[in-house]
């Protein structure tokens, strides 16, 4: 077959499909058909190697028809027979040597994109710092004072209220008299600990590991011992007697304090939830007057005050209860201290390849004066 005739075919094959229509493509698909028997009739040789060629072609007019059907869009397939259109013509001179035993393969050229060109994961950037769960906004020993001891019990002792008083002397009659009374308070230090156990090929393939644990449990360690310091100080602390009714929450406060400093303890913290922290900032004047806080609450850099008394937020506090006090009167006490501590012998790590991380502190909370503090609640009504 002449190379002039091959050529004249493609070029009859490109023009029906530029036409953009069914019917045309139907055309288009006659013309292959003879173009195939053309060939098949004057070089038996190649019928085999281009018939694979020609079938590609064929499948594709094919699905052009049903496309041209249900969108009536034809420039995508005049698109993709002028890439094939061109592909035959520039590889013309190997198709025509095609014999047996020799065959050449044809490919069209589009438009890469990673779904269809890449093989495999494209490269990334990792951000070795782990997004972490936040850990509380404050911690009961923030607040309190710290004793190191030797053993595992502190014993410290209270004064009561004695009898007797100090008093002007009367000439020629006995002075006053005062006597005391104590009390020793033992308070026994428990371990509050956990740990994670993790596998040496984690650890080695996830190189975030090892600054990830010692924050996460520490993280979660706080969590812990607020929750169990929290209990002791709810205990302890002397019930407020202010109520809602009648007056805002900031009025509540402002009474406790006055109640605490008229027994002489010197305020220096108020806790209580975000919600409740939050729903003070907007105290009304009166319904429907708007806002407006006594001049003697401020807010300074984001910390609310009375009468520069820090208010704190805290979760570890329950629901609409508050804690206002002198915690000079409160201390952590530590047997031992916080410790973190890596072992690949413990258990059966060393014959699995596991490596246990451990955290723990043998403390207590000695609420030495319960006095000193007063736990309310939003919500009461009534004493």
């Known amino acids: 077959m002449e190379s002039t005739e091959i050529k004249d075919a493609l070029a009859q094959i490109k023009a029906s499909v530029e036409a953009k229509s069914t019917e045309q493509t139907v055309e288009v698909k ?33 699905k052009l028809d049903v496309k041209l059907q249900e969108k009536g869009a034809n420039t995508a397939a005049n698109g993709y027979f002028n890439n094939v259109t061109k592909s035959i013509e520039d590889n013309f001179g190997e198709i025509k040597q095609v014999r047996g035993g020799k065959s050449v393969q044809v490919k069209t050229v589009g438009d890469m994109t990673l779904g269809v060109n890449l093989t495999g994961a494209q490269p990334k950037d990792y951000n070795m710092d782990v997004v972490m769960i936040p850990g509380q906004m404050v911690n009961v020993s923030d607040l309190t004072g710290s004793v190191n001891i030797s053993g ?9 209220v004695g009898e007797g008083s100090i008093a002007t002397q009367v000439e020629g009659s006995s002075k006053a008299q005062r006597d005391y009374d104590f009390t020793a308070v033992d308070l026994a ?11 040496k090929k984690m650890a080695n393939n996830l190189p975030y590991l090892t600054s990830f644990i010692p924050k996460a449990l520490r993280r979660d360690y706080f969590i812990a011992e607020n929750s169990a ?11 407020s007697t202010q109520i809602i009714t009648g007056q805002n929450k900031i009025e509540m406060l402002i009474g406790d304090i006055a109640t605490q400093e008229g027994l002489n303890f010197t305020v220096n913290a108020i806790v209580m939830r ?5 729903n003070i900032l907007i105290t009304e004047k009166s319904t429907g007057a708007g806002y407006g806080l006594p001049g003697v609450v401020t807010v300074e850099g984001g910390q609310l005050r009375i009468n520069g008394i820090p208010v704190y937020k805290a979760n570890w506090v329950a629901a609409n209860k508050y804690l ?11 047997t031992e201290g916080l410790s973190l501590e890596f ?3 413990e258990g059966t790590n060393f014959v699995k390849n596991n490596i246990t991380a451990r955290i723990e502190s043998q ?4 609420v030495e004066q319960p006095a000193a503090i007063v736990i309310g609640d939003f919500t009461q009504t009534s004493v």
Not at 190 to 199: K, L, V
Not at 229 to 239: E, I, K, N
Not at 324 to 334: A, F, L, M, T, Y
């Open 152 to 160: 595992g019990v502190y014993t410290y002792v209270r004064e009561g």
């Open 343 to 345: 072992s690949e012998h």
């Open 229 to 239: 310091f929290y209990t002791v100080l709810a205990a302890a602390a002397t019930a």
């Open 274 to 278: 975000p919600a409740d922290y939050w």
């Open 30 to 62: 006659n013309l292959i058909s003879a173009l195939e028997e053309k060939i098949r009739a004057e070089n038996s040789a190649t019928i085999e190697e281009l018939k694979s060629s020609l079938a590609a072609i064929q499948e594709h007019a094919d």
């Open 189 to 199: 230090t428990d371990f509050i600990a956990g740990f994670a156990r993790y596998s």
């Open 363 to 366: 403390t207590g909370l000695a």
């Open 324 to 334: 206002v006090g002198d915690w000079s009167r409160i201390n952590k006490i530590n």
